[in-house]
């Protein structure tokens, strides 16, 4: 049986960082457009048309997101916070993905146009700043693994079997 390792292969680390790319950019570009740009049509000022395709595509990638989602709470995470590396932003990223889950939710539920201009904020500010935390989480990761690996030849995680680095390279 193959061990769960911080470390997941290649097609499924792609397949992760584009579904978020997706859903960030969808996000944030359907943000910019209903936002800033109206078009002029027969009876006046109306929103672009690209805001709909735009909110489907967010919508399926961040659908997407949410199995990836689980499938770090239930492998990654777990190894992760008993290896002690990149603990807060590990935290962050997941009480936000969580959070982004919960006020999507809202937004596509909740019908009185006050409390879904907060949750729209709330949604919005926290998705503008995930990519941030997940590229300093991925960079203080390499980083801290690959410093364990020169001061001691080999990955060693709290809670686990010895990791030699040889078998590393075949899933990273």
């Given amino acids: 049986m193959k061990r769960i390792a911080l470390h997941f292969p290649k097609v499924w680390k792609a397949a992760l960082y584009l579904f978020f790319a997706l ?5 944030t570009g359907w ?5 800033w740009v109206t078009v002029e049509g027969e009876f006046g000022p ?3 048309s690209w805001e709909g395709p735009l909110l489907k595509l967010h919508g399926g990638a961040a659908m997407m997101m949410m199995v990836y989602y689980g499938y770090l709470l239930a492998s990654h995470i777990p190894v992760g916070f008993r290896s002690g590396r990149s603990r807060v932003t590990g935290l962050f990223l997941a009480i936000s993905l969580g959070f982004m889950i919960v006020t999507a939710y809202g937004l596509y539920y909740i019908g009185d ?3 879904r201009g907060v949750i729209a904020w709330a949604h919005l500010c926290t998705g503008v700043l995930i990519p941030l935390v997940l590229i ?6 390499h980083r801290q693994r ?4 020169r001061e001691t030849g080999a990955l060693r995680l709290p809670g686990l079997r010895h990791i030699a680095t040889s078998s590393m390279t075949d899933e990273t």
Avoid at 23 to 27: A, F, I, K, M, Q
Avoid at 136 to 141: C, Q, R
Wanted: glycine fraction near 8%.
């Fill in 113 to 115: 146009e006050d409390v």
């Fill in 31 to 35: 943000f910019a457009l209903h936002r």
């Fill in 146 to 149: 690959s410093s364990q690996i």
């Fill in 136 to 141: 300093i989480h991925v960079w203080l990761g």
């Fill in 46 to 48: 109306q929103p672009s």
């Fill in 23 to 27: 859903s960030w950019l969808s996000g």
